[in-house]
């Protein structure tokens, strides 16, 4: 709550000019806008950003396969994490693959030598 005062400080700063002559006020004021307009550039900056955690940080990531997938499934490992892996290609340890979608707790992958990856729609 406290923290959105800095986004209000350009306001605030007017305050200046009623408690101080102008002369002394208004380079005050022009530091408070300028370090007020470099905040909201990296605020918007980091608004930009592309998503790096959850669900859709996993989506194109490497993982790899840690036990052989078949149609029952397997396992793969992704940053040192063992999760269940689905695919409908056979894929042996050791394999890379990527993850092209999120079924529940099971990753569904790819092999990376696949030139036609599955829709990354597949997060449910």
């Known amino acids: 709550m406290w ?3 800095l986004l209000a400080m350009p306001v605030l700063g007017l305050g200046l000019f009623l408690a101080l002559p102008w002369p002394l ?3 005050l004021y022009l530091v408070i806008g300028a370090l007020s307009l470099i905040l909201y550039v990296k605020i918007w900056q980091g608004t930009r950003r592309p998503v790096r ?3 859709e ?3 194109g990531a490497s993982v790899t396969v840690t036990k052989p997938i078949t149609a029952k499934g397997g396992q793969v490992r992704y940053r040192n994490e063992l999760w269940s892996a689905m695919s409908q290609d056979h894929l ?15 990753l569904v992958v790819q092999d990376l030598d696949d030139e036609q990856p ?7």
């Open 3 to 5: 923290c959105h005062l």
């Open 25 to 27: 006020a208004l380079p």
């Open 92 to 106: 042996d340890a050791g394999a890379q693959a990527h993850i092209v979608g999120i079924r529940g707790m099971r």
């Open 118 to 124: 599955e829709a990354l729609d597949a997060v449910s």
């Open 57 to 59: 940080g996993m989506l």
């Open 53 to 55: 955690t959850g669900q």
